[in-house]
């Protein structure tokens, strides 16, 4: 079935920075672009970049612009995000969708997350 | 960037009721809507796309509305599983770049709860 597998939970230090990543499998990897989205304890969900894996065409949320960095392997049907200079606001569930763009654009399958706490 | 507005933030309803929520874009988005669920500890489900049709596997109480400005996602009928919180996003925008249009932007969640 149609799925995207996330890597495990991470705890980090300020100032570090964390690689996530989102296997895909059961559909064509390359035919869908994938998102990156989080939320924060107690907050909403933000939008933080994508990548068509295809091309790799990247693009990012202008408050991340210069903190992460989205990469696809196509070998592997993975895409992973960095987010580095970590900060104790980056404590969050990060997860990744595959978004459906024919006519309309939707997130229609999504990883389960992957917890990132930043802690001293 | 396109701002989503979601009224109310937090809403009580017993089962059984009919619940409807609403979401403002800050400018016109035509039918580019789209309605998520969300449960603690679970990924966000996709239940409406393109304002009003009903994604598959998603129970048919749920349904959108709108076009341009204003958007609703009514609940008939609510069940125990229905209790969560509600997002909207604005999908008006041009891939790949979002080139003269703005990403993808989320409204602040309603949580709907047992009253």
């Known amino acids: 079935q149609v799925q995207l597998v996330q890597s495990g939970a991470e705890v980090k230090k300020p100032g570090a920075s964390v690689k996530v990543s989102c296997k895909a499998s059961g559909y064509t990897f390359t035919s869908y672009y994938v998102h990156w989205v989080r939320q924060a304890p107690g907050q909403g969900l933000e939008w933080m970049g994508m990548?068509?894996?295809?091309?790799?065409?990247?693009t990012y949320a202008q408050k991340f612009q210069g903190r992460i960095t989205v990469t696809s392997d196509t070998s592997t049907s993975t895409v992973d995000m960095e987010v580095s200079s970590l900060t104790f606001e980056d404590t969050a569930i990060y997860y990744c969708?595959?978004?459906?763009?024919?006519?309309?654009?939707?997130?229609?399958?999504w990883g389960k997350g992957t917890t990132v706490t930043v802690s001293s | 960037d396109i701002q989503m507005t979601q009224s109310p933030s937090s809403l009580s309803a017993s089962i059984g009721d009919r619940v409807t929520i609403t979401c403002r874009a800050s400018?016109?988005?035509?039918?580019?809507l789209n309605w998520y669920q969300k449960k603690p500890g679970k990924a966000p489900n996709l239940l409406i796309y393109a304002a009003s049709n009903l994604q598959s596997g998603v129970p048919s109480r749920f349904s959108g509305s709108g076009s341009g400005t204003d958007f609703t996602l009514t609940i008939s009928g609510l069940q125990p599983e229905d209790f969560a919180t509600y997002y909207c996003?604005?999908?008006?925008?041009?891939?790949?770049?979002?080139?003269?249009?703005?990403?993808?932007?989320f409204g602040q969640g309603t949580k709907l709860e047992i009253k």
């Open positions: 969708a595959r978004e459906t763009a024919i006519v309309y654009h939707y997130m229609d399958v």
């Open positions: 990548i068509h894996p295809k091309g790799g065409i990247t």
């Open positions: 996003q604005q999908s008006y925008y041009r891939l790949p770049t979002f080139a003269r249009s703005t990403p993808p932007t």
């Open positions: 400018q016109s988005i035509r039918n580019y």
